[in-house]
């Protein structure tokens, strides 16, 4: 994930760009503000990932009791529009940490960065085992009802799925 926010750090002015054409955000604010705080997010969870770990439990009869923390398995994420690159790593950059497997649905108005960190993410290894980006208009139906999907992140508090 390291080496991840280090190639992101190498293509500011690339995704400052494509945010600023897909979502009509400031070029300017993109390349020093939202960029580099999504290098430093995923950073920040990089140093998290080899800190999760269970506890064993004090209890009050004779049994052993114990926290195991893991993966959940597939991680659904699906992204607004308005906040393109920082909604995409407030999302999956936990669920990587963790090590799971996620599905990513951009917002059909805004794919640019998105697609572009699925590209940064094939060059160090992280999308063919981690992450896969959908780009249909109803995949979060499809998300919601798939029994091998353990859970639907979304940043839209009131989210309805539509037939």
């Not at 999760?52 to 052993?64: A, D, N, Q, Y």
Request: hydrophobic share 45%; aromatic share 8%; with cysteine.
């Amino acid at each position: 994930m390291m080496k991840y926010a280090d190639l992101i750090d190498e293509h500011i002015e690339e995704l400052a760009a494509l945010d600023a054409i897909d979502a009509g955000k400031l070029f300017s604010g993109g390349k020093a503000v939202d960029i580099p705080n999504v290098a430093r997010l995923l950073r920040y969870y990089a140093g998290a990932a080899d800190k999760i770990h269970g506890e064993v439990l004090k209890m009050s009869r004779e049994l052993h009791g114990y926290t195991l923390r893991e993966p959940i398995g597939v991680a659904g994420h699906i992204i607004p529009w308005n906040f393109p690159s920082s909604m995409f790593f407030m999302m999956s950059a936990p669920a990587l940490a963790a090590g799971c497997t996620m599905i990513v649905k951009p917002a059909e108005q805004t794919p640019l960065s998105a697609l572009f960190y699925g590209h940064l993410a094939k060059q160090v290894s992280l999308a063919s085992r981690y992450c896969l980006l959908m780009q249909n208009c109803n995949i979060p139906h499809r998300l919601s009802y798939n029994s091998v999907i353990s859970e639907i992140d979304s940043a839209v508090p009131s989210l309805k799925f539509l037939d």
